[in-house]
């Protein structure tokens, strides 16, 4: 099984991402080179644990049941980035403007995950929506003079009151996602 811990995004800021994915695309409409996420399957990962033996899957989402429920909070889907640099581009990102609440959130999960055998992360967390991929790592220069042009753009902001473990299965036509286990805040 092929798990992850993430955030699901509401329906408005994932038609406004959307939109936003659309307008970039025609932009770009001549380089193959890059793929696109389809808006419904962006979420916000909170923590990649990748392919686990199903005997497992107790213990991980046991692990989680036993923290503490959260404190709900804000955030705001704003910016664009490239991984690793917009140069040599591997991915395109939305960025989010991130309260203490979330990097807080992200570091409890992985803590108590280690506790059952999962490896810490090695990366700071970095809370991004994966918008598209580069086949090869070139710089599009229509999508770069978009993003200059929109920088701050803010693509909506919702309010987190749960987050997911989920399975994913890889597939041609890209990954399908389906939730196993839900972890309320506090105030659900």
């Given at each position: 099984?092929?798990?992850?811990?993430?955030?699901?995004?509401?329906?408005?800021?994932?038609?406004?991402?959307?939109?936003?994915?659309?307008?970039?695309?025609a932009?770009c409409?001549?380089?193959?080179?890059?793929?696109?996420?389809?808006?419904?399957?962006?979420?916000?990962?909170?923590?990649?644990?990748?392919?686990?033996?199903?005997e497992?899957?107790?213990?991980?989402?046991?692990?989680?049941?036993?923290?503490e429920?959260?404190?709900?909070?804000?955030?705001?889907?704003?910016?664009?980035?490239?991984?690793?640099?917009?140069?040599?581009?591997?991915?395109?990102?939305?960025?989010?403007?991130?309260?203490?609440?979330?990097?807080?959130?992200?570091?409890?999960?992985?803590?108590?995950?280690?506790?059952?055998?999962?490896?810490?992360?090695?990366?700071a967390?970095?809370?991004?929506?994966?918008?598209?991929?580069?086949?090869?790592?070139?710089?599009?220069?229509?999508?770069?003079?978009?993003i200059?042009?929109?920088?701050?753009?803010?693509?909506?902001?919702?309010?987190?009151?749960?987050?997911?473990?989920?399975?994913?299965?890889?597939?041609?036509?890209?990954?399908?996602?389906?939730?196993?286990?839900?972890?309320?805040?506090?105030?659900?």
């Amino acid at each position: 099984m092929r798990l992850f811990i993430a955030i699901e995004l509401p329906e408005d800021v994932r038609a406004a991402i959307a939109r936003e994915q659309t307008r970039l695309r025609a932009l770009c409409a001549g380089n193959s080179g890059i793929r696109w996420t389809a808006p419904d399957s962006l979420h916000l990962t909170l923590k990649f644990i990748g392919e686990t033996p199903p005997e497992r899957m107790p213990a991980l989402a046991g692990a989680l049941q036993a923290l503490e429920p959260f404190a709900p909070f804000e955030v705001a889907v704003r910016g664009f980035g490239f991984f690793p640099d917009a140069r040599h581009p591997h991915v395109f990102w939305a960025g989010f403007e991130v309260p203490p609440g979330l990097g807080h959130l992200a570091c409890t999960i992985d803590a108590a995950l280690a506790s059952a055998g999962t490896p810490r992360e090695t990366r700071a967390f970095t809370p991004h929506l994966t918008l598209a991929r580069f086949r090869a790592p070139r710089a599009d220069p229509a999508l770069l003079r978009a993003i200059e042009n929109s920088a701050n753009a803010s693509l909506g902001s919702f309010r987190v009151e749960e987050y997911f473990l989920f399975e994913s299965h890889l597939l041609p036509g890209g990954a399908q996602h389906r939730k196993v286990a839900r972890f309320p805040s506090r105030d659900k």
